[in-house]
């Protein structure tokens, strides 16, 4: 049970907190955060030619190839894509790439051209470490999606957190700082994750420990400046995507491996919802799977960024991990009284082999409805699915796109097994236009341990045993293949999934080279 200290701060929370209303639905064709929108699910609403019918004519438009620095495993992360920035060129829909080496790369998604290119300087006054930090877990580099203003604001930013630990507010169109910088991280070469930007107060959690910087909850009211931090520190929060936000502003996040007591609000393995209201977060819910005293013994951690949705008048949280099951929460209530008791657990849909490395959900998911009205949730895996769906095309050594549907059943509501997809090696988190699920397969070796040498795979071993990516589109309904890029790909990547505005899917590669497929 929570004590009384968080009871308090969740009831007067509750109390004041603002009525907000996460961009769930793009006006424009554009994609402004990880995953697309504030509650993650990677649905691109905004007008697109791309459908079913049409998939299998996408081609590659135009490739370039910038000079990145990469830092371990990273090379950029997914783009941030603006449309109608006024360049000195005109209007642009500008494609917009962060770099582990905090380089930030803006490149008119029309044909490839490098509008500007920014080496932001380094603001901490700690001093910056030599070498590239060359693990694959704590690597010094930039490691979170940046957000962009929403259409309506007043004045459009880019909103970058480099390695120093500081947030950086840039020109859309120049690439240049317009604000001095603020000091989220307490420490250099912590580990952020994917921005989300709500009502002008930034949000980002941070996962591993990396730097020494406390895992935590991020806020950062935008309209004065001021820092808001979780507290206690938590078990890593390394979901790729962020935080996920629901339609009342409810922040959402998943814990990894730690201590826990539930007492204090240490809550490792869980699922965690806090408030923000007059710079204050307050801890307002949360869920624990019943066996997770054993997931932490065995690092089937909860890892993945859940996404959030309403469905019949209230929001549901889908989360996952590397156990490999899902679950869907109820956000007026995420685990019951117990806080072990969540609408759905569903089978191991995934990980039968109960690896912690290499198989379960990884990433982020996504979630979209269909015409009819069902709801469907998307998943990234790892290793062959543990149960039996509908609809499968072969064997999955190597994982790829698990699709589930949303459905009542004897007065519950629970996730139904619809289709796996075809093998894919190391898939990134999926996202979905007009019935079309788009994915990287980003080729990526994902081993950790070194069963033959003992130890771990460093970094470069990791990425001499990595093959190129592959771009493929599959029915959203169905799973079925619509197409596939082939060997037109020459690099991997890790943790840099794509984007799409438009017809234009865009997508950044370790080599440096910046892809753009579409159709003609």
């Not at 910056?128 to 979170?144: D, K, V, W």
């Not at 539930?262 to 307050?282: C, I, M, P, R, W």
């Amino acid at each position: 049970m929570l004590n009384s200290r968080f009871l308090s701060s969740i009831i007067l929370a509750g109390f004041s907190l603002a009525s907000l209303s996460p961009l769930l639905a793009q006006s424009k064709s554009e994609w402004l955060t990880s995953s697309g929108s504030a509650a993650r699910d990677a649905w691109q609403r905004a007008a697109s030619k791309i459908t079913p019918h049409n998939a299998s004519k996408l081609q590659l438009l135009w490739k370039v190839k910038v000079d990145a620095k990469t830092m371990g495993m990273l090379s950029f992360r997914e783009p941030v894509i603006v449309s109608g920035v006024k360049t000195a060129d005109g209007d642009r829909t500008l494609a917009i790439f962060a770099g582990a080496a905090n380089q930030v790369f803006a490149v008119d998604a029309a044909d490839g051209k490098v509008v500007w290119q920014t080496k932001l300087k380094w603001a901490s006054e700690k001093p910056q470490e030599e070498g590239e930090g060359r693990g694959f877990i704590c690597t010094n580099a930039l490691s979170a999606t940046p957000v962009a203003s929403p259409a309506d604001a007043p004045v459009r930013r880019l909103y970058v957190i480099t390695s120093d630990g500081y947030l950086r507010i840039m020109d859309l169109a120049t690439g240049q700082e317009t604000d001095p910088p603020i000091e989220v991280l307490s420490l250099p070469y912590g580990k952020p994750y994917g921005l989300n930007l709500v009502n002008n107060v930034l949000y980002t959690v941070t996962g591993q420990g990396c730097g020494g910087v406390p895992n935590a909850l991020y806020a950062v009211n935008l309209a004065n400046r001021k820092l808001t931090v979780s507290q206690p520190p938590q078990a890593g929060l390394w979901g790729v995507a962020g935080p996920a936000i629901g339609t009342d502003g409810t922040i959402y996040f998943e814990s990894g491996d730690g201590p826990y007591d539930a007492a204090t609000g240490k809550l490792s393995t869980s699922v965690e919802a806090f408030t923000f209201s007059n710079d204050q977060l307050a801890l307002k819910d949360y869920y624990s799977p019943s066996n997770h005293i054993w997931l932490t013994r065995r690092d089937l951690d909860m890892n993945a960024t859940p996404v959030v949705f309403p469905y019949k008048g209230r929001d549901i949280i889908v989360a996952s991990g590397k156990e490999g099951r899902y679950f869907l929460l109820d956000a007026n209530s995420m685990g019951g009284a117990n806080h072990e008791t969540p609408l759905f657990r569903s089978e191991l849909y995934s990980n039968k082999n109960v690896n912690f490395q290499t198989e379960g959900t990884w990433g982020s998911m996504a979630s979209w409805e269909s015409k009819n009205g069902t709801r469907w949730v998307l998943g990234p895996t790892g290793g062959d699915a543990a149960v039996k769906f509908p609809k499968s095309y072969g064997p999955t050594p190597h994982g790829g796109i698990i699709a589930m549907k949303v459905k009542e059943k004897d007065g519950k509501t629970v996730l139904e097994p619809a289709w796996t997809s075809r093998d894919m090696i190391t898939s990134e988190p999926p996202i979905i236009v007009n019935g079309v699920v788009l994915v990287l397969a980003g080729g990526e070796f994902t081993g950790q341990a070194n069963d033959a040498e003992g130890g771990l795979y460093s970094a470069e071993e990791r990425i001499k045993r990595s093959v190129p990516a592959k771009l493929f589109a599959l029915d959203a309904t169905t799973g079925k293949e619509l197409y596939s890029s082939g060997d037109q790909i020459a690099s991997f990547l890790h943790q840099a999934g794509l984007s799409i505005a438009g017809d234009k899917i865009l997508f950044g590669t370790f080599d440096g080279t910046i892809y753009c497929f579409g159709l003609k």
